[in-house]
């Protein structure tokens, strides 16, 4: 059977970059395709060339046996290719069905037809079974909520190409489970379908052949996903084996050094309190709208308490905003690095330099320059941040290496007593994970207090001491490593104690393993709380 989609020696360079280097495999109708690599192998930028948005330096792309070159994304989608990128593509300010419409908006006597525009969209989310208001801006929209807007406005455009870049990163299992099925769905209609995630269990599930990328080029093609172990893929990926990820070590605590006692805020329900030892890793876990993110945000100062106090090492930290908490040794790299996390157009080394330099500004007032360079240097050796050199845009990095770059701005703060990371390795590789949680275990070594919060429960149990469980906007228990089961942290997260089969939380992904995961049932009960709605708001 011939080939529906294929990349004949693709190339892309920019400037001291291979991003592709001579990549070539095809993907076929009525399969899904999966693409493996740590982040900044290249995936993202074949996506990128397959939807318009970069121009190939060399080699070709052949959509159903034509030759086709995309000057614009318009140009791609034209063609019957959609692309549902990692880093959201979508308008704040307009509405859920502006936004799923937009360039496609009806029209009434030459005049936007909003009615018709709502009935369109209300109509094809309820066929997906996707429960948003068309009428809802995006800005008010939690980021699941907004990958799923994504996700629907490219099955609107009844494409015969879709790919998907890590789009269950953001997602709650009821969400994943729906896009699980319209993936099924979409192969069963002979789409083709390319698919890139770092969750293996996931791949397994829903791949029939696989492609991996190692800095730019092509490692090798799976034409069937199901044959091969485990770990092979793993060690495809990073060039080495990795027999456990998580690198956890046991380490002496000290006493409590941070209290927080009896902390509210608008999204936090009723007052919570918990306390944090000295060289201890305290995992956070709940559902989507448990409440994680907020209370961190509380502790942060990013937003306002209504009630509760924060000690640390017994002295109050002062609630003016995010610089009294930095200025005590409060620091924290948040769930969306894009939106709150990063200075986009700004340099690596000014990303990671941009709080440290209030300490050793020249005069108070001028910069120095030959020190902030060193200390990227240094950062960018020590964490291994994959870039052609310190003056890079960040922007221009993967996921992961931004995710590097905001570690390391807090790792330079020569006060760091708490470091709290919220979903830390959403959207990143295994072989970026192992980095990130050999930090976390050396920061804790150093005495610091840290909080890790993920969705990801085998990533909870990995790394943490210690997990405290999350439930509608409130703690509801906490379990220390040795009594922290799967099942004990599900029946706490769950409102009805039940525990089902969760996509997304298979068993560790380097567990041995001689061949894929059982699959999440596709009919597996739901268990998911609505996000509360809120604006986000930058706080690096």
Not at 88 to 105: D, F, K, S
Not at 297 to 311: E, F, I, Q
Not at 393 to 404: A, T, W, Y
């Amino acid at each position: 059977m011939a080939a529906y989609l294929e990349f004949d020696q693709v190339c892309k360079f920019f400037p001291g970059v291979k991003a592709l280097n001579g990549v070539s495999f095809s993907a076929h109708a009525g399969q899904v395709h999966g693409l493996l690599g740590e982040n900044g192998a290249g995936k993202s930028t074949l996506l990128k060339i397959l939807g318009g948005q970069y121009k190939p330096d060399g080699g070709r792309l052949l959509v159903d046996g034509k030759e086709r070159h995309f000057g614009s994304a318009k140009d791609a989608i034209a063609a019957g290719i959609a692309i549902i990128h990692q880093e959201l593509q979508y308008v704040p300010e307009l509405t859920v069905a502006e936004n799923v419409l937009l360039g496609r908006m009806p029209t009434r006597f030459g005049l936007l037809d909003k009615k018709k525009a709502h009935r369109i969209v209300a109509e094809k989310l309820a066929a997906i079974g996707v429960d948003l208001s068309p009428d809802a801006r995006l800005a008010d929209l939690s980021i699941a909520q907004r990958q799923m807007v994504e996700i629907c406005k490219a099955i609107m455009q009844d494409a015969q190409v879709i790919a998907f870049d890590e789009p269950t990163s953001s997602l709650s299992h009821r969400e994943t489970e729906i896009l699980f099925r319209l993936v099924k769905e979409l192969r069963a209609n002979g789409r083709t379908l390319i698919y890139i995630s770092h969750r293996l269990e996931e791949l397994y599930e829903l791949c029939d052949a696989c492609t991996i990328f190692r800095d730019g080029r092509k490692i090798v093609t799976h034409d069937v996903m199901a044959d091969v172990p485990r770990d092979r893929l793993i060690s495809d990926m990073v060039g080495r084996e990795l027999s456990d990820i998580y690198d956890y070590r046991e380490r002496p605590h000290s006493e409590a050094r941070l209290q927080v006692q009896g902390l509210n805020g608008k999204h936090v329900k009723g007052p919570q309190s918990f306390v944090v030892h000295g060289g201890e890793v305290l995992g956070f876990f709940g559902l989507v709208g448990a409440g994680r993110s907020e209370l961190m945000r509380l502790l942060y100062n990013a937003d306002a308490r209504t009630g509760g106090t924060v000690l640390l090492d017994g002295v109050p930290v002062a609630t003016g905003g995010p610089a009294d908490a930095i200025a005590a040794g409060i620091v924290l790299c948040p769930e969306d690095r894009k939106e709150q996390g990063i200075l986009a157009t700004a340099s690596v080394a000014e990303n990671i330099n941009i709080s440290v330099r209030r300490n050793d500004l020249r005069g108070g007032l001028f910069l120095r320059h030959k020190r902030e360079a060193a200390l990227a240097d240094e950062f960018i050796a020590r964490l291994r941040i994959k870039t052609p050199n310190r003056q890079q845009e960040i922007r221009l990095l993967s996921g992961g290496n931004q995710q590097k770059v905001i570690l390391a701005r807090w790792l330079a703060e020569p006060g760091l007593k708490v470091l709290i990371l919220d979903e830390p390795t959403r959207g990143i590789d295994v072989g970026a994970k192992n980095d990130i949680y050999r930090i976390i275990h050396e920061v804790a070594e150093r005495g610091c207090c840290v909080i890790v919060v993920s969705s990801e429960l085998p990533e909870v149990l990995g790394i943490s001491d210690r997990v405290i469980v999350m439930r509608e906007g409130a703690i509801c228990g906490e379990l220390p490593r040795a009594q922290a089961t799967e099942t004990e942290v599900l029946r706490l997260a769950l409102p009805d104690g039940a525990v089902p089969a969760l996509a997304g939380h298979a068993t560790p992904e380097t567990a041995p393993r001689a061949g894929p995961p059982p699959g999440a049932a596709a009919d597996a009960p739901a268990t998911y709380i609505e996000s509360p709605a809120q604006p986000t708001r930058s706080i690096a």
